[in-house]
């Protein structure tokens, strides 16, 4: 069975850090690409940052400097270094996974909260 769990959100002050974690079965985990995504109260949801097999990153320009992607392929675990978060950063965050073995798949969590708030 796939499972995609993330954990590490909460409530963080204006210029804090956090660190997202998404613990993937191993069906789950993918070789080819795993991503966050995030979605704020009344919004679509968006691409936070992307991470492929070759260790090849995109991030949404928001975040860029800021947020960093990486994958722990030993342990199934994709991670997302939060750093100087601001108030727009309020979203529930999403992992995701995009298998292409045998078939193309793709896989969501079901989200953690992070609010930046004074």
């Known amino acids: 069975q796939v499972q995609l769990v993330e954990s590490g959100g909460g409530l963080v002050q204006p210029g804090g850090s956090l660190r997202l974690s998404c613990a993937a079965s191993?069906?789950?985990?993918?070789?080819?690409?795993m991503g966050w995504y995030r979605q704020a109260p009344g919004k679509q949801r968006e691409l936070v940052a992307l991470i492929f097999g070759n260790g090849a990153t995109t991030y949404a320009d928001s975040i860029k400097g800021r947020f960093t992607i990486s994958r722990d392929d030993a342990n199934y675990t994709l991670h997302l270094q939060m750093n100087n978060l601001k108030p727009e950063d309020t979203a529930v965050y999403y992992c995701?996974?995009?298998?292409?073995?045998?078939?193309?798949?793709?896989?969501w969590g079901q989200g953690t909260q992070v609010t930046v708030s004074s």
């Open positions: 191993r069906s789950g985990f993918s070789i080819y690409r």
């Open positions: 995701n996974s995009v298998v292409m073995v045998p078939a193309r798949r793709e896989y």
